[in-house]
């Protein structure tokens, strides 16, 4: 008999030697990130007047901003077009979307020489800026992400609510006050989750039109006017496998069985959409005629067939084969190459393809770059792990219930 699967915390030990690795680079990450506000970006990074951007906004932000897109896919998936068979995916997918923006938002903090001045977009409106079209987008889809996860803090608590000693009287109205918060909810969600499918899908494009500004300064192999385009149909073709990616590894990590039922099905849906993106990276480079850049063996033709090769087409092909959907390992392969080929276009796109005139040295990320990063990533990862072992995140089967139970019930609700 198939089991019903519910959220509910995953009852394993926090530490870990893995996990002890990941602390030790967050604390060498935060190390060189006290160096930069306390001495100065230029201390740390590599950055100056010709590459004011580097891996922080190419990787931290831009790749971040991408690699989240699993929230708003699922999200309009299991919520907008009501599939319900992939609900079980979208609270990850959704936690995910929300620390991978969070650090997104840290990354843009910190990568702003005047740091101090982060506030200023939310009062000095420039409507025919595209960065501010991002950062308004981000800080708005970052307040919605935090609504649609309260539900979940609300189900942790509610009749568990145990606080002792002197704070024992605030047991009672806080689970009021929590009861009260998921009805609103209840009757509301739609409207944050429409909001956060719109959102997302206004700021993934402006992101492209923030590198057609540079004009002759950025490769031709990239350098196009359908830019916003090609960088939301990439953030939707990620979108899947990313949540693929991270439900996987999460299975992996936690001894729990992968949903495979689940990921094969969502699986299917990728290689339509990776055919659409490819159909318009080719139709535009052919129209273009750029390929003729590729005839050069240079460092930009090779990151370009790299990022094309491994990043688009061969996993198009491997999420067309029913053997790929239906083994754990293949389609993880499958889904980890989508991964890489949109971080690898993200980087390309802000550094690799970037090339400033008058330039007087090659830019190439310092160590405290590259730590700093690391160390966002490590800290991701800390508190994905906590949140998932403390609140009722990633479904696990409830052997009290059967799915005929639970279609059952359904049926005498309608």
């Known amino acids: 008999m198939e089991l019903y699967t519910k959220p509910a915390p995953i009852n394993k030990k926090y530490f870990t030697p893995g996990v002890v690795i990941l602390i030790i680079l967050a604390l060498n990450g935060l190390f060189w990130l006290a160096g930069r506000f306390l001495f100065g970006i230029g201390a740390v990074t590599n950055l100056n007047n010709q590459y004011p951007w580097g891996i922080w906004i190419g990787i931290d932000v831009a790749a971040g901003v991408a690699l989240a897109a699993g929230g708003f896919t699922t999200a309009a998936l299991g919520h907008v077009m009501h599939r319900e068979y992939y609900h079980d995916v979208v609270r990850p997918a959704l936690l995910t979307a929300m620390l991978g923006y969070t650090f997104v938002a840290i990354g843009v903090f910190i990568d702003i020489g005047r740091w101090y001045y982060i506030w200023h977009p939310l009062i000095m409106w420039n409507g025919s800026s595209a960065l501010f079209e991002v950062g308004i987008c981000v800080m708005i889809y970052v307040t919605v992400l935090y609504i649609e996860f309260l539900p979940t803090i609300c189900e942790r608590f509610i009749g568990h609510m145990n606080l002792k000693g002197i704070f024992k009287f605030l047991n009672t109205p806080i689970e009021k006050a929590l009861i009260l918060l998921n009805r609103g909810l209840s009757k509301t969600m739609f409207v944050f989750i429409i909001a ?219």
């Open 196 to 414: 956060g499918v719109v959102l997302s899908t206004l700021h993934q494009s402006s992101l492209g039109t923030l590198m057609i500004i540079a004009g002759p300064k950025m490769h031709p192999l990239w350098q196009t006017p359908i830019l916003p385009l090609l960088f939301l149909l990439s953030a939707i073709s990620v979108g899947f496998p990313m949540v693929i990616f991270e439900s996987l590894i999460a299975a992996r990590s936690f001894g729990l069985k992968p949903e495979m039922k689940v990921l094969s099905r969502l699986g299917t849906m990728v290689a339509p959409i990776l055919g659409v993106y490819l159909a318009f990276k080719l139709g535009d480079m052919f129209i273009r005629e750029t390929f003729v850049y590729l005839t050069s063996f240079n460092l930009q033709s090779v990151m370009f067939v790299i990022e094309l090769l491994f990043g688009v087409i061969i996993p198009l092909r491997m999420f067309l084969s029913k053997a790929v959907l239906n083994s754990p390992l293949w389609l993880f392969v499958a889904s980890s190459l989508v991964v890489f080929g949109v971080l690898l276009n993200r980087f390309n796109n802000f550094v690799i393809a970037y090339n400033p005139p008058y330039k007087l040295v090659t830019y190439i990320p310092s160590i405290g770059e590259i730590s700093v990063t690391v160390g966002f990533i490590s800290i991701l990862v800390l508190v994905y792990r906590f949140l998932v072992m403390n609140f009722p995140i990633i479904s696990q089967p409830d052997r009290s219930y059967s799915l005929s139970t639970k279609f059952s019930i359904r049926g005498s609700e309608k």
